[in-house]
Structure formats: C-alpha cells, structure tokens
C-alpha cells in the first residue's frame, strides 16, 4: 500500500492503481482471517483451562480457601494463579491441561515421591491407591512437594511415603 502510495495515480493511472489498492486489502484481510484462525482456538483454550479452576474454587469451604492463598503466597508467579493442584476438605484435586482428577486421602495408600534438580526442581509423585495408580509431575519448588505430603498425612496418617524423599 505505501509502495502504491508513493507511486501515486498520475504514475500508476486510475485502473493500475485501484487494483493495487484492492490487492492490498485483500492481503491484509487474508492476514487478518489466518491470524484469527490461530487466536481463536488459543483464547478458548484459555477460557476453558481458567474455567477449570474458577469453578472448583467457588466452591472451596474457607478454611481450604485460607490453605490455597497461603500455599500461593509461596509459590512462583507463573503458578500463583493456577496451581498444579488444590486440597479440598479430605481430597486433591490435581489440574492437567484440560483434565482434573480428583483423589481422596482416604483411599490413597502410598505416595512415592522422585526428584531431580536439572535446570529447577523437579518432583515426580506417584500416587497409589486402591483402584489406581497416579503419577503427576511437579516443578519450581520443594514447597508444593510438601504440602501435598503434609496435607496427605494429617488427612490419613496410614499413608505410606517414601524414606528420606526430601533430602538434599
């Protein structure tokens, strides 16, 4: 469009450059259609991933409501607003992509923890119960890794968790 600009329509003539002016938008609207075809998938992506959690949070009691803000008071920006999982009454809520699963302390039996310090923290958690075998992965820091535990075993001290997990 500059360049037709520049050129003028004495240069161009009349018909040359109301083509050139209409190819021009023609480009931009093709630009505009692909652009909207990659944006909209991802802002719906988002709404449904924020949705995830806005609905489970409304219905936090209080007192799992005060564990939340507390344990987000801890953890790194990028997480604060979306943790990997939330404690709610005797249970976890664990939140992957587009997924959440939900586990009850009372029926886990074992929980085996793995960690790695490559690049950050690195945990790997393994949770047994009954049914099922879970296994969730969880970065940044050492935190997160135990509050899950401590939440696990105040809930159901039967819980068993692999010696010495948390030493450096």
């Known amino acids: 469009m500059m360049e037709t600009e520049s050129y003028g329509r004495a240069v161009l003539g009349e018909d040359r450059y109301n083509a050139r002016v209409i190819d021009s938008y023609l480009y931009a609207l093709g630009f505009f259609v692909c652009l909207l075809l990659l944006v909209i998938p991802a802002i719906l992506f988002i709404r449904r991933y924020t949705d995830n959690y806005r609905q489970f ?24 607003f979306m943790p990997p999982y939330i404690v709610k009454e005797d249970a976890v809520r664990f939140f992957t992509n587009l997924q959440q699963t939900t586990i009850a302390f009372k029926s886990i039996i074992s929980i085996h923890v793995s960690q790695t310090h490559y690049k950050g923290y690195n945990a790997t958690v393994k949770i047994q119960t009954a049914q099922e075998t879970y296994h969730f992965r969880l970065s940044g820091n050492v935190l997160k890794v135990l509050n899950l535990v401590d939440e696990a075993l105040q809930s159901n001290p039967q819980i068993t968790v692999n010696k010495n997990w948390n030493v450096v």
């Open 57 to 80: 949070i409304i219905t936090l009691s209080e007192k799992d409501m005060e564990k939340l803000v507390k344990n987000n008071d801890k953890a790194p920006f990028y997480e604060k």
